[in-house]
Each structure stands twice: as C-alpha cells, then as structure tokens.
C-alpha cells in the first residue's frame, strides 16, 4: 500500500451537459479536490452546484468533459472495475426481492466470494450496523433508516478504503438521521476508510467532516473549503452538539455559503 | 414497531369489509339463480329454450364424470399451450430488451397477432397436423398466450431502476450478471402479470379451438354435440365445467403471481 496516493484527486475537472438545441449546462467548472486516506470530506452546496455530479464522476458513473481524475493514484475507471470504492446513494436501492443478507452480499457473490466467506463478512456488517436480527427480513419490513444502514453495509462489504456517500441520510427523519450520523462516525473510525460525503445540511456536514467544500451553482464550482476536524471519534458524540466549536464550525460554513458574515455564533439553527 | 410485521393489506383486516367482499357477491349469485329458477318456471319456459338451474344442476351431477374427463383434456391443452406460449414470449421479451432492433422487428408481427382472432387459425392448423391430433389446439393456446406474456415482459425488463443501473456499473457487472441480478427480478412482478391475463385467454382459446374439428372428449366439443342434439341443460351442465376450469387457471396463476410479488410493496 501506498500511503502517499490521495484517495481522491480531481484535477480541473469540468463537466458540460449538451442541452436541446445547441443549449448547454455547465454542472462543473474546474474543480480541484484532493481527499487524504481516511479523511472525511463533505461536499456543501445549493441544488444544482454539481456536488452530485462530482461524486458521480469520482465513482465513475459519469465522465469528465475536461480535467483529470485519479482514485488512490489511477483512473476512476480502473478504480471502478478493481472496487476501490463503496458507494451509497440518497435511495438506500436494495433490492426488494432479496433479504438484508442477500443484499449486503451482492456485491460479494458478484465478484465471486464464496458462500462461507460471504456469510462470515454479512455477519460482521450485520454487527457493525447493528441489525444482526433482521438478516433474514426483506427490505419493505424495514424503516427508512434501517434501509440505509443495510445500504452502508453494503457499500462497505469489500472493504473499500474509499467510501462515496450522495446524500444518505437525506431522506430520513431528523432524529434518525442524528442516529445515523453517530453510526457513521463510529464506522469510519473503524474501517479508517476515506470519505466523500454529499449533503445540504450545514450541521450534519460540520458535525461528520473533517474539511468542508462549500460549492456554488451556475457553473458548480468550488468556492471555500473549511477545516472543521472537531477531533477525533471519541469526542463526536450528541455532547458535541452543543458545543460551542460545532457551533463556530456551522457559522463559518454557513457564511461561506452565503458570501456574507453572520452575526455571532448564538441563534444558529442547527437544522 | 412494525418493522417485524408483514404488511397485510388492510382490506382483509376490516372484519366488516371482508365480511363483505365474501358474502355479498355469494348473496347477489343466489338471488340471481333463483330469478332465473322462478322465471323458467313461472312463466312455463319450455326446457329445451332455457333450462332451469335445477336441471343443469342434475346434468352436471349425472355427468360428472365425464364433465371432469372433457375438463382435463381441454385444460392439458391449454396448460400446454400456456407454457410453450409463457416460454416463447419471455424469451422473446428478453431479446427485444437487450436488442432493441429486434423489438422494432417484431412490433408489427406482435400487433398483427394482437388483432387476429387466432381461433380463427384452427382449421387450417387441423389440416395441417391432422384432425386426430390434439396439436392443432395447443398451437392455438400458445399464440394466444406469446402476446400478452410478451408485451407485459418487455414492459418490466425495463422498469429497472436508475439507482439499480447505477449499482451494477459500480460493481462492474457484466451484462449477464445484470440481467440475472436485477432487470429480470424487476420484471418478474410483470411476467406473472401476463401471466395471469395469458392463463384465462389459454383456457378459452384451447376450448374454442375443439368448435372447429379434432377429437371428442373435450369441453368445447361437448358442448357444440350437446347443443347440436338440443340437449341444452347437457350443453349448460358443460359450459358450468369450462368456467370452473378458467377459474382453477386463473388462481392458480393469480396465487403465483402474489407469491412472488410480496415483498414488493415498497422499493
């Protein structure tokens, strides 16, 4: 393993979208982020601001219209087909026919895994998202968050050192939501994977990431990216979401996203 | 929390409701069997015109045996033609969805045979395979059943979800790997769909096929020779027989259909 490879490295990259008759959207215009191993990354921004469209062009589920991209040193292609990454999407997408253990290993038995070998590392997914006693329960007897977890689980079934997340916990209720966000922290911590994490909630951002990119729309670009690193997994528990550096950390992402200062830290709405 | 429960819908929950669904309709058939007894007889309707219930009641008790012999040799016909036809249109289905030209080709074939009353097609297929043989019928049923199994097929082979498409390029899938993990699964629900619509179509198109030759001993023979010898209630006795048979069809294809779609009710 090399560890000096960035996880992700996007370089100038630019995305234009043909439009009818000649009209064309630019989602992305030269974007630079580079994503260390194991850091956590969150992409902010209005709709439209093409944070989806680069998360989609670093899974390789799109390709650039200018710009260079590399996944832990080679193209997003190749790093695609070798499965360096695990992705989850804003739809948790399991498949409804199959149980929370076929999904998890789908991708497993996919790539050829054997039958002991799969049941061993579902049984751990299943643990690490604490769901072990709906292994054998399809996906529409499970709630919304539950769903997402089982999603998670599967993103992270081969073990990937990146993981690409578009918005996963945006259709969920605020509570679970939370929930969530204290499972993630908890996993990334012990699979020491990378992630890029798209969202539009300033908090869940601060609270998750260790550097913020806040991005503007008409062209997506980058316009700010913000150190938030409010330490280690240890300390982000619910307490951290009073504290006052959490706080500072939504204001300065939120100004960044508005271009103008907000007055004082008190009053911020944490939604 | 009712994440442990199968959702059952709630229409067989409401006692009153279901209540309902069971006898209401068994009250309407009964009131209507004994208007047509009362009407028969009241106004002295000569037998050979409109028999009674009664008397088809006892032709059907009388010629049980034989009702039963005529339903399972119209309904072997029609189970074959229903699979060989399911088969047909399925893979049909399945190349048109990977090759789109190939559903280009065949759309005006696929419409023509929509259109055709295809019972129409028996006496030539008796002559072709010969008026002893029980082919021509199950030839009958099977293109009766290619169509609907086909468009419904190929209706749900491309029902599959943008987030699906998206997870098999991320694992890299190949194209078989895809069809078998997602996009026939997708298209599974719909299959039964045509299935079920197939299953009666079978039934009635294999029944019709015997007006038109080929051997006795089935159903839609049966009733023609019936009613040729003015044997009405005999006639009526065996019509009761193909209705009883297009229902054990259609369950049978609607219990598989909900078999497999129960766990589909939200993605």
């Known amino acids: 393993m090399n560890d000096i490879k960035p996880a992700v490295e996007v370089r100038a990259v630019s995305r234009t979208f043909g439009g009818r008759k000649g009209a064309s959207v630019t989602a992305l215009e030269s974007v630079d982020l580079s994503v260390a191993p194991g850091e956590f990354v969150s992409l902010i921004g209005p709709s439209g601001c093409g944070k989806s469209t680069l998360l989609r062009l670093i899974a390789d589920l799109d390709t650039p219209t200018s710009g260079e991209l590399s996944v832990f040193g080679k193209p997003a292609r190749q790093a695609r087909v070798d499965q360096d990454y695990g992705i989850a999407f804003q739809q948790a997408g399991l498949l409804p026919w199959k149980t929370v253990t076929g999904n998890i290993e789908l991708p497993l038995a996919l790539h050829g895994a054997g039958r002991s070998e799969r049941r061993a590392r579902v049984s751990e997914l299943l643990e690490l998202i604490g769901l072990t006693d709906f292994a054998g329960h399809y996906p529409d007897q499970l709630s919304g968050g539950m769903q997402q977890r089982v999603a998670i689980a599967r993103a992270l079934a081969e073990s990937p050192k990146l993981l690409l997340m578009d918005e996963p916990f945006g259709a969920l209720d605020e509570m679970t939501r939370e929930r969530m966000q204290n499972e993630l922290v908890r996993i990334c911590a012990e699979t020491q994977a990378a992630v890029v994490f798209v969202t539009h909630s300033i908090p869940e951002a601060v609270f998750l990431s260790d550097r913020v990119v806040v991005m503007s729309p008409r062209p997506g670009r980058i316009t700010d990216v913000i150190d938030v690193s409010l330490g280690g997994p240890a300390e982000r528990d619910d307490s951290l979401r009073e504290d006052e550096a959490f706080f500072r950390g939504v204001a300065k992402v939120r100004e960044a996203l508005h271009g103008v200062p907000v007055a004082g830290a008190r009053g911020v709405d944490t939604r | ?267």
């Open chain 2, 1 to 267: 929390m009712s994440a442990t429960t199968a959702t059952i819908p709630e229409r067989a929950l409401a006692r009153g409701s279901a209540y309902r669904t069971v006898v209401a309709p068994i009250v309407l058939g009964v009131a209507m069997l004994g208007l047509w007894q009362g009407v028969v007889d009241g106004f002295g309707i000569e037998q050979y015109i409109v028999p009674t219930p009664t008397d088809i009641w006892h032709e059907i008790t009388d010629n049980l045996g034989s009702i039963v012999d005529g339903s399972v040799s119209t309904g072997l016909n029609a189970l074959i033609g229903l699979v060989v036809g399911a088969l047909v249109g399925i893979l049909g289905a399945i190349i048109a969805g990977v090759w789109r030209i190939f559903d280009t080709i065949v759309a005006p074939l696929v419409a023509a045979l929509a259109v055709m009353p295809i019972v129409a097609l028996a006496p030539v297929l008796y002559t072709m395979y010969g008026a002893d043989k029980e082919t021509a019928r199950q030839i009958v049923a099977a293109v009766a059943v290619i169509v609907p199994v086909y468009i419904n097929t190929l209706r749900g082979l491309r029902q599959v979800r943008p987030v699906h498409r998206d997870l098999m390029r991320v694992y890299a899938a190949s194209a078989r790997q895809q069809q078998l993990a997602v996009t026939l699964p997708t298209a599974a629900p719909y299959v039964f769909t045509g299935l079920r619509v197939a299953s009666s179509l079978a039934v009635i198109s294999a029944l019709i096929a015997e007006y038109f030759g080929g051997p006795i001993g089935g159903l839609g023979k049966s009733i023609t020779s019936s009613a040729a010898s003015s044997n009405y209630a005999l006639a009526w006795a065996y019509v009761f027989g193909a209705i009883v048979l297009g229902l054990v069809f259609y369950c049978a294809a609607l219990a598989v259909e909900m078999f497999f779609t129960r766990h589909r009710s939200t993605p």
